[in-house]
């Protein structure tokens, strides 16, 4: 690639070249050339305002059109920062015919985003995934090159959409590059290209292309500091008036230049550059519509398109460069700018630009203005746009003279943002209205999402005790609401005294919450009452709102109920797919990961958990994927891959740390180390009432065997007594079969390893099984019934072999080879088919061989269609079939 293309124009004065771009631009015709032999790819340009990305953009369209990849363009627009879905409806308006080919749920997203069809998105990244399969369906008729520039100007609902694509591009056959300035649009996981400034030599060469004389070029290039559009502009400025000086920094004297420029245009000119600077879209019909209630007429654009300031066609005006729009706006004085927002909205017919102006305009509380900025919140909302609408709600309530009313757009501005990912905001604008207000009926509406914003900051503690506090003020289903939240957040506070108040205010109010209940008796060791009624709790239907299965989903987790657990997690898993809810799909992948470990499924958990991290991360749920690490690190504590269990574990959050220490203990207890093991569950299983639930119990037996291998008696005293009580009142086989097997540890009974067996065969959890299979082999063996020990230790070597459990394989083997087999002891742990493939692909394999078409795959694994072929291209080899017909013959266990 040579190092010398045309890239940018300047009106009159022709067209430059560009220099110093070889790097560049050889990793753009790289990207486009990846993209026609059928693989995707994405890039940010990073850089200072005038460094040259629209024209590398530029050059990109140029290799792009020569090769015939079909170009989609973009540019941010700092005036439509603030407007929902603005960049996305000025990218996809040319292909809006394609929408009929996406699955419905994407096509009625972008169909609200572009304003076809009204219906309500539900979740803000569904959008996302339809801008994806439809950039991969129009692949399908060749290459496409997507190109956005100034990034950092794209309003969030459009960025939010457009890198959750980027970043789940495979195998479509389209490229992406994403121009942004060195600050603002974060881009984690996108490869970043950083233009340079330019070197005197290139700098030197670009200014005799301008006709500067050689006199003028050292000046122009010390004061340039080598951004190529610095040297532009002053060259251009020196080689006109020699004696002209420009102020200290780069980008004050660019825009100084602009200003001046800008300046010295007769007076109904700048006024509309103002208009155009202000409108933003550069739509040229709206601009003169304002401009007539100004006395502008197109005639007033002549003098800045005659010195290149602006660019005019037949429907649009555009700014040479955005910086000249910024000098048009910001040298405007207040009244002007007020003046011109105010005709611009009266001239709109969109009633979403309508209200992008209005708040622009007014300077003192209207309520009718706040009303017209509430209607543009819920149309923003129903698209999916949680930030534009929390900013409109915002904009109304300053504008609201009523005091109430006032504060209630603050707590839906607030909700919103919180629904946006915005946390942070969210916390400001709920301590607004707080601070608005002294009203016990508006505190109590306002406590839900105060609370929502203190415990995703991680407060629960206190988010808990708001909302009981407030409960008494608000109506009576809003105040049930409030307590059963309340609950939940206090359980995971740790905090037992708030759930038994809670449980008792509920009562109260006449509403007996056999979930709550339950979790109070929990919290009071009273398991006898507690675990039936979270039992209760625990069923829920297809007919159940999404709440009750919810809260039975979380009662069937804190009882152990796998089964059930399992069907709820995996049913929110399908409904979250189904509906496009991509911001709710991690949570549920990672309670079903939990769930496929307990079933010994462990591949399909880390599937589950590899899939959730892709979607956290392209989502900004950083402390989830977090969380989620204790999902690998228990299967590799289990498989005896210290490195990476201890890896994994260090990362966990507080609210992790009950899983990350287990699975510690439990690679400790297969090293032998039963006393690092014990003192490290006595540390992390404290006196909260999470002690309570399946998962910290499950942990409070491993405690009994850590203890009863060291032969401390004491130790293990307390553990066990809890345990036992709380497996008796538990309808579950696998937890009284471990209550079992513990009593046997301390006792040394055999009627309790032989009542373990008995329970476990009943079925569920089958690591537990086998340690409780290989205690009782050891038992056996010591007791010199060998060929007993043998049958037992054989089971119990045949499931860890299973699980890859190598570490407690290898002591099975080490208690056969005692009790005289020898036929085991050469084997290597059983590798299974499915080991071959990678997360995606099993995810991928699963689906196809129960008879999905690649569509349907795509669209429940948020995927384009030609990226399952490509999955599936290289798990058949994996597998040993060559086709789907061969693949749904395969047992895929």
């Excluded at 297809?542 to 089964?563: E, W």
């Amino acid at each position: 690639m040579a190092s010398l293309l045309v890239a940018a124009s300047r009106g009159s004065e022709g067209t430059y070249v560009l220099y110093g771009r070889s790097t560049e631009l050889a990793a753009l015709e790289d990207l486009i050339a990846t993209a026609r032999r059928g693989h995707s790819g994405a890039l940010v340009l990073r850089g200072e305002a005038g460094i040259g990305k629209t024209a590398l953009l530029d050059c990109a369209v140029e290799v792009a059109s020569a090769s015939g990849v079909r170009v989609l363009r973009v540019t941010g627009i700092e005036p439509e920062a603030d407007l929902a879905f603005g960049g996305l409806v000025q990218l996809l308006w040319p292909v809006q015919d394609r929408l009929d080919a996406l699955p419905e749920l994407q096509a009625d997203a972008l169909r609200s985003v572009l304003g076809i069809s009204r219906t309500r998105t539900q979740d803000r990244f569904l959008t996302g995934l339809a801008v994806l399969t439809l950039l991969a369906d129009l692949a399908e008729q060749g290459p496409v090159l997507c190109l956005v520039d100034d990034a950092q100007w794209l309003d969030q609902a459009t960025a939010e959409a457009l890198l959750f694509a980027a970043r789940r591009l495979a195998a479509e056959q389209v490229a992406m590059v994403f121009a942004t300035r060195a600050e603002g649009f974060a881009a984690p996981g996108l490869t970043e290209l950083r233009p340079s400034r330019l070197g005197t030599g290139d700098a030197a060469r670009l200014l005799a292309h301008l006709g500067l004389p050689p006199a003028l070029r050292d000046q122009v290039i010390a004061e340039s500091a080598g951004n190529p559009l610095a040297l532009i502009e002053f060259g251009a400025a020196r080689r006109d008036d020699p004696s002209k000086f420009t102020p200290v920094t780069v980008a004050d004297r660019v825009l100084s230049s602009y200003r001046a420029q800008i300046g010295a245009l007769p007076e109904k000119t700048r006024l509309a550059l103002l208009v155009a600077a202000a409108e933003g879209r550069g739509d040229l019909p709206l601009q003169m519509k304002a401009g007539r209630m100004l006395d502008l007429g197109l005639e007033d654009l002549e003098d800045a398109e005659r010195v290149g300031l602006i660019q005019v066609t037949e429907s649009t005006v555009a700014f040479r460069h955005p910086l000249i729009g910024t000098a048009a706006y910001q040298g405007a004085v207040l009244a002007r700018r007020i003046a011109v927002h105010q005709a611009l909205a009266d001239a709109a017919e969109d009633p979403d630009c309508r209200a992008r102006h209005l708040p622009l305009a007014t300077m003192s509380p209207d309520d009718a203005v706040a009303a017209e900025l509430v209607a543009a919140a819920d149309r923003a909302a129903d698209r999916s746009a949680y930030a534009a609408a929390a900013l409109l709600h915002q904009q109304a309530a300053r504008l609201t003279s009523d005091h109430r009313a006032q504060t209630r757009r603050l707590g839906d501005a607030a909700a919103l943002a919180l629904n946006a990912g915005h946390t942070g905001q969210a916390a400001d604008l709920a301590e607004q209205a707080e601070r608005s207000t002294d009203e016990p009926k508006d505190l109590a509406w306002l406590a839900p999402v105060r609370a929502a914003v203190m415990f995703e900051l991680g407060d629960q503690l206190e988010a808990a005790r708001l909302l009981l506090e407030r409960a008494s003020s608000a109506d009576p289903e809003p105040s049930r609401d409030m307590l059963r939240t309340g609950a939940t957040y206090a359980w995971f506070a740790g905090d037992a005294d708030l759930v038994r108040e809670t449980a008792c205010r509920l009562q109260g109010l006449g509403e007996a919450d056999p979930m709550v209940e339950g979790m109070a008796h929990l919290a009071d060791e009273d398991y006898a009452c507690g675990i039936p009624l979270l039992e209760r709790a625990s069923t829920a239907g297809p007919a159940d709102g999404d709440m009750a299965r919810a809260r039975a989903l979380h009662s069937a987790i804190l009882v152990g109920d796998d089964v059930t657990a399992m069907k709820l997690a995996a049913a929110e898993v399908a409904r979250c797919r189904a509906q496009g809810l991509i911001g709710a799909l991690p949570q549920a992948l990672h309670l079903l990961a939990e769930r496929q470990v307990q079933a010994g499924a462990h591949r399909d958990a880390e599937a589950s958990v590899a899939e959730a991290v892709e979607i956290a991360r392209d989502t900004g749920l950083r402390q989830r994927v977090a969380w989620l690490n204790g999902v690998p690190a228990r299967i590799a504590a289990i498989e005896g891959d210290e490195l990476r269990c201890r890896s994994l574990a260090e990362d966990a959050p507080d609210v992790g740390k009950v899983a990350s220490e287990s699975a510690l203990s439990l690679l400790e207890l297969a090293q032998g180390d039963y006393e690092a093991a014990l003192s490290r569950l006595e540390a992390a299983i404290g006196p909260g009432p999470q002690r309570h639930m399946a998962m910290t119990m499950a942990a409070v037996a491993d405690q009994v065997e850590a203890a009863a291998r060291l032969g401390d008696r004491k130790r293990a005293k307390g553990p066990m007594r809890a345990f036992d009580a709380w497996a008796q009142a538990s309808s579950q086989p696998w937890t009284r079969a471990v209550a079992h097997r513990c009593r046997a540890l301390i006792g040394g009974q055999e009627e309790d390893y032989a009542e373990a067996i008995h329970l476990h065969e009943q079925g569920g959890r089958p690591f537990e099984r086998a340690r409780t299979e290989l205690l009782y082999g050891e038992w056996l063996r010591r007791a010199r019934r060998r060929s007993d020990a043998r049958a037992v230790l054989r089971s119990a070597l045949g499931i860890f072999e299973q699980l890859r459990a190598a570490p407690w394989a290898e002591r099975v083997r080490a208690e056969l080879r005692a009790a005289g087999d020898t036929t085991t002891t050469a084997k290597a742990t059983a590798k299974n088919v499915l080991d071959r493939l990678t997360p995606q692909e099993l995810q991928v394999v699963r689906l196809a061989a129960d008879g999905n078409s690649s569509r349907e795959i795509a669209a429940q694994l948020f995927l384009s269609r030609r990226t399952v072929e490509h999955h599936l291209y290289k798990a058949y080899p994996k597998l040993g079939v060559g086709s789907r017909r061969e693949l749904a013959r395969l047992k895929l266990t």
